[in-house]
Nanobody, 122 residues
Framework: QVQLVESGGGLVQPGGSLRLSCTAS????????IGWFRQAPGKEREGVSC????????YYAQSVKGRFTISIDNAKNTVYQQMDGLTSEDPAVYYC???????????????WGQGTRVTVSS
């Protein structure tokens, strides 16, 4: 069974850090491009970061560039998103997705996780 499971969300103070994990089962993440998306209340889901299956190039939304880092551990079949300098603009449910192309929009992604919630509050 193909499955993506996110973890690592939680409550953090402004300026704090979290590391999200996305672990795959039933398929090898190494053969896919992986994206992180987020959806805040009342807003559409938006692409945050992605990593290419071909050369592991990374891409970031302007709003998170320099603060978030996407990486992959093939041995653990897991993708991470390190999030530093979290602000009041970052709370959302964060989703990972696997697909053929590393892009910051949803359509090319075939598999999705269930999401993990990030809250930023003092």
């Amino acid at each position: 069974q193909v499955q993506l499971v996110e973890s690592g969300g939680g409550l953090v103070q402004p300026g704090g850090s979290l590391r999200l994990s996305c672990t795959a089962s039933g398929f090898n993440l190494g053969g896919y491009s992986i994206g992180w998306f987020r959806q805040a209340p009342g807003k559409e889901r938006e692409g945050v970061s992605c990593i290419s299956s071909s050369d592991r190039s990374t891409y970031y939304a302007q709003s998170v560039k320099g603060r978030f880092t996407i990486s992959i551990d093939n041995a653990k079949n897991t993708v991470y998103q390190q999030m530093d300098g979290l602000t009041s603009e970052d709370p959302a449910v964060y989703y990972c997705a696997a697909g053929k192309y590393a892009v910051l929009y949803e359509r090319p992604y075939d598999y999705w996780g269930q999401g993990t919630r990030v809250t930023v509050s003092s």
